[in-house]
């Protein structure tokens, strides 16, 4: 469990981010691990991208989940998460916000930064997720 690695902290002197579901800071302290997964995308293991961007955040955190499993980590490892989203809008904030409350109810919200850009690697892919986790 991350609590044993790191720590998560929301400076009262800071906004609560929360509701965003991400934290402010990621303190690691005692790890055995540092593991840095890619930046991934909507993507499947066949390489199809759905148009549609919820179903590219499920696939594209699925792909994260699949790279802590192969490191013998899961979600509650991660630390720091940094997240790329193509044309980034009110509605595609709101569907990053829900997935994460879902994936992370029963643990603090990693550390993360949201960065709109233009454009990503491939032509039809709109969301891009890379991860920092200890263990």
């Known amino acids: 469990m991350n609590q044993e690695t790191f720590k998560i902290i929301n400076p009262s002197t800071l906004y609560d981010p929360t509701p965003n579901a991400y934290s402010h800071v990621a303190v ?3 790890f055995k691990k540092i593991i840095h997964i890619a930046g991934q995308g909507g993507e499947n293991s066949k390489g199809e991208l759905s148009p549609n961007f919820e179903e590219q955040v499920s696939q594209a955190i699925d792909n994260i989940k699949h790279a802590l499993i192969a490191a013998d980590a899961e979600l509650s490892n991660i630390a720091v998460l940094r997240v790329l ?3 980034h809008s009110v509605e595609k904030h709101e569907i990053l916000i829900k997935v ?4 992370w109810k029963n643990h603090p919200f990693p550390a993360c930064t949201l960065i709109p850009v233009p454009r990503l690697a491939l032509e039809h892919m709109l969301i891009e997720v890379e991860a920092t986790a200890y263990t």
């Open 28 to 30: 690691v302290e005692n």
């Open 85 to 87: 989203v193509v044309d």
């Open 100 to 103: 994460m409350q879902n994936l």
